[in-house]
Each structure stands twice: as structure tokens, then as C-alpha cells.
């Protein structure tokens, strides 16, 4: 790869001949060339720019001046052209760098990496004469205007440094270790890099994070990319909601629905809040109560139970009495832009199981109940229930239970996965009535005491 370099500073690239960089010049994988644009100036003063047309402020660089200059830096020879290939077999790009470029991210840099030639065009002053990069491109070259951030810089050769520096570590055989640009920042998926950490262990009574001290590989890699995660919603939400859904996980996408972020099934994320539902809520909550019931039901159930159901168990007006009496019913909806796109109903206090969980040797009095969680379908699968049952089973904690427990429907196996991932274990059966018909339900329980199952398995 080989860049070339034009500025009227041209000294200002001599820190590119130290450390990696110089290295893999020695070692013929760079090569850097810096030329100072005044060697294509003519006149007594070698003068490069002149005052704007339409007026202003300040000089503008000369296009005939800059003109002769990429020429001749196009028409470098390089080692991509042999006898057989043409030259067009060369990728040959002309950045220019400028406030108003496009941005320069880890992807285009990705892209850059495969060029055979970059040419940097460093104005200063007020810039280039507009009319360079419209000859350039009309002439088929492929030309980038490209920014290394929203703030102005004297001139373009730190940009041009950025660009040089974050296109050539990305060559083969440029780092001593290629691993370390497969997990840092901007790679990948697009998160950013979780925090890290070396000797000593003990430096002013801040702690190495216990996991990291173990030899568990796996919940490293968990630990990490959950803080990668933390980190990516916390500082570029921006990113958080433009990482490719493809390489995510179940368990990322819960880490990021804990953070706020909720990937849908298909189309873009969105922002998502759980709280507490209030009386508003009791509409919308009813109908996504009746669209998300059914899926939970077994397939030969008929659709006259389920419909019973729904207009008895779920109607507006019990929603409204459940919000209504905050102390023994707990709900909480999932938002996102679009709605309410999930809900979890807790029963807490004294008398908070149903009666038919309270017979003797089923589970003890006193325990909190779980009575629904749901997520509307085309956010299945987003970390929302994962988020959802958290709240309620933290909720049921603060409320002094020492116990959750809940039923669910023998066959929905999924539905079983899913608890016992959040620490519930079966504990017994019962009959569940849905519009008259009598379903059969494991019942699962989970410790809520801080030495007990609590934790995810
Ligand atoms: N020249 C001046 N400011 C710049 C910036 N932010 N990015 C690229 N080139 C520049």
C-alpha cells in the first residue's frame, strides 16, 4: 500500500517514520511518501493560494497548483501494475480531508484497506478549490472527502496522519498480533471495547473484577462483551442502535434490552422503557394482553376457551382494578416508540398466591406470584421478557418475598427454558382454568433469599 502525502508542511508527517509504522515501512508493506505542494507552484513566490471568489475571509487553495500535483502522483508507478494487468487493475484513491467530509469510521477505513494507492490532498486555509474534486471524480477517479470529526483543524494533515495510521493497521502483517484488531472498538458488530485491566492487582483499593481473575472462558467472553455492550449504549447510543442485528445474540440482545435498546425479529431498534403501568395504560395493556395470550395456549385448545378467557381475564375493566391497587398487583409494560409491546403481572403480599397453589406440600404461603409475562410476537426474542421478569422478580424481592413462583403450560417447553434461565426450578403441577377448560400446568419457583438460587443458571 502506498500513501502519498501532499501539504505545504510536509515535515508535519515525520512522526509516521516511528514505532509500527515505520516498521512495517522498513519491512516494505508501507510505503510513505510526503511531498511538500509548492514543488508544483509556479511564479516568483511559489505561491499556492488566492483570495476567494464572491469574497470572505481568507485564501483558497488553486486548483492548478493542486492539479499538477495529483497528476503527477496518480501517474506513480505501482507495484499492483505489471506487463498483464492494466492499470486499472490499481485502486488508487484521493482523500481529501475537510470539516465537511463524510465521516471517517472503521468501516470506511475497512474499505480504504484495500486500495493500492492513497492520496492525500492536505488543504489549509479556507480548503481546496471546490473545482479539484469535481475534475477528479468526472475523470473516474474515486475520490473521498472525509472528516476525522465535528470540530476544525488548522489544516488537513492530522487528518491525513488518522486516516495513514487507522488505514495501515489493518494491513496484513502490520500488527505483531492480529487478535487485537479482531475485539476493539468499531470492529465487528460495532460495539465498542470493554474496559480492561493488568498488574497490579491492587492499585488504590480499586478491584480487578472478580470473573477476570478465573479461568472461565466463557464467562469472560459473557462479562466482556456484556460491559461492550453497557458501554456502547451509555456513550454512542448512535451505535447501540445501528449494531448488525445479525451478530447478535439472545444474550446480547437481553444485555442490550437492559440497557434501554430492543432489537426487533426484523426492521431497525428502538429505545425501550419498562415502568411501572398506570391507569392510562389499561387499554392498551388489555389488547396487548389479548393479542399475546393465544400464543401461549396449546394448539388444541379451542378458540372459544381462549376467547372466554380474554374477555373475562383480560378485559379493560380488570386491568383497571389490578393498576388501581398498586400494593398487591404489580404491573409493568414495555415501551417502545410504536407502544406497549410487553407486560408482566406480579401478585405480592400476604395472600398473593391463588388458591390452588396454597394446598398443602405445593408451595409456601407467603410466596409472591408471577402471574403473566408476555411480549408482543415480533419482539420475541429481543431480551424484553428477559428484562420484564427481572423487574418483577426484583420488585417481588423489595417487597419482602422470599419467594416467586408461577405456572406455566406443561407443553410450552420454550416457556420452561426461558425460567429456568432466570433461575426458577419446578417445584410441582396444577390445573389451570382457561374458559372452562382445564389446562395442565409445572409449577416453578425461584429462590429470591441472597443465598438462595437467585442467580441465573
Ligand atoms: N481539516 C480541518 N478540520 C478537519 C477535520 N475535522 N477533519 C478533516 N479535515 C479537516
Not at 475520490?143 to 491525513?160: H, K, M, Q, T
Not at 445474540?249 to 442490550?256: F, P
Not at 374458559?435 to 438462595?452: E, I, K, S
Request: charge should be negative; proline fraction near 5%; hydrophobic fraction near 45%.
Amino acid at each position: 500500500m502506498r500513501f502519498d502525502l501532499i501539504s505545504i508542511f510536509p515535515d508535519y508527517f515525520t512522526p509516521l517514520t516511528l514505532s509500527l509504522m515505520g516498521k512495517a515501512e522498513d519491512a516494505g508493506l508501507v510505503t510513505l511518501a510526503a511531498h511538500d505542494l509548492r514543488q508544483w507552484a509556479t511564479g516568483k513566490h511559489r505561491s499556492v493560494d488566492d483570495t476567494p471568489y464572491g469574497g470572505g475571509a481568507g485564501m483558497v487553495m488553486r486548483a492548478d497548483v493542486w492539479a499538477r500535483a495529483l497528476d503527477d502522483a496518480l501517474a506513480t508507478p505501482l507495484a499492483c501494475e505489471n506487463e498483464e494487468a492494466a492499470t486499472a487493475s490499481c485502486r488508487r484513491v484521493l482523500a481529501i480531508p475537510t470539516p465537511s467530509g463524510t465521516p471517517l469510521t472503521q468501516p470506511v477505513v475497512e474499505d480504504l484497506a484495500r486500495a493500492d494507492q492513497i492520496i492525500v490532498a492536505c488543504g489549509r486555509y479556507e480548503g481546496i478549490d471546490a473545482r479539484v474534486a469535481q475534475h477528479y471524480r468526472a475523470a473516474g477517479v474515486e475520490v473521498l472527502e472525509f472528516s476525522i470529526g465535528d470540530y476544525v483543524l488548522n489544516g488537513g494533515e492530522v487528518a491525513a496522519m488518522v486516516l495513514t495510521e487507522a488505514v495501515a493497521r489493518l494491513l496484513d502483517g502490520f500488527m505483531g498480533n492480529p487478535d487485537s484488531l479482531v475485539e476493539e472498538s468499531h470492529s465487528g458488530a460495532g460495539l465498542l471495547e470493554y474496559p480492561v485491566f493488568t498488574k497490579p492487582r491492587d492499585f488504590r483499593s480499586l478491584e480487578i473484577p472478580e470473573v477476570l481473575l478465573g479461568g472461565n472462558h466463557a464467562a469472560i467472553e459473557r462479562w466482556r462483551r456484556d460491559r461492550a455492550i453497557e458501554k456502547t449504549v451509555a456513550v454512542r447510543p448512535d451505535l447501540a442502535l445501528s449494531l448488525d442485528a445479525a451478530a447478535l445474540s439472545g444474550d446480547d440482545r437481553a444485555t442490550l434490552a437492559a440497557c434501554g435498546v430492543a432489537y426487533p425479529r426484523a426492521g431497525a431498534a428502538e429505545r425501550l422503557t419498562v415502568r411501572q403501568a398506570e391507569l392510562e395504560d389499561v387499554v392498551a395493556v388489555s389488547e396487548l394482553a389479548a393479542r399475546t395470550f393465544p400464543d401461549a395456549c396449546p394448539q388444541d385448545l379451542p378458540r372459544e376457551a381462549i376467547d372466554e378467557h380474554i374477555a373475562t381475564q383480560l378485559s379493560a375493566d380488570v386491568f383497571d382494578s389490578l393498576i388501581s391497587d398498586p400494593e398487591r398487583h404489580r404491573l409493568f409494560v414495555a415501551e417502545v416508540w410504536g407502544g406497549l409491546v410487553g407486560y408482566v403481572l406480579t401478585h405480592v403480599g400476604p395472600d398473593a398466591l391463588p388458591s390452588d397453589l396454597v394446598r398443602p406440600g405445593r408451595v409456601d404461603v407467603g410466596n409472591a406470584y408471577l402471574s403473566k409475562c408476555y411480549v408482543d410476537a415480533a419482539w420475541r426474542g429481543s431480551g424484553i421478557a428477559d428484562v420484564l421478569l427481572e423487574r418483577a422478580v426484583a420488585d417481588a424481592a423489595k417487597a419482602g418475598h422470599r419467594a416467586i413462583v408461577l405456572g406455566t403450560n406443561r407443553g410450552n417447553k420454550a416457556a420452561q427454558a426461558f425460567y429456568k434461565k432466570h433461575g426458577f426450578r419446578k417445584r410441582s403441577t396444577r390445573t389451570f382454568d382457561v374458559g372452562g377448560v382445564a389446562n395442565y400446568d409445572v409449577v416453578m419457583v425461584r429462590d429470591l433469599t441472597p443465598t438462595g438460587g437467585a442467580t441465573l443458571a
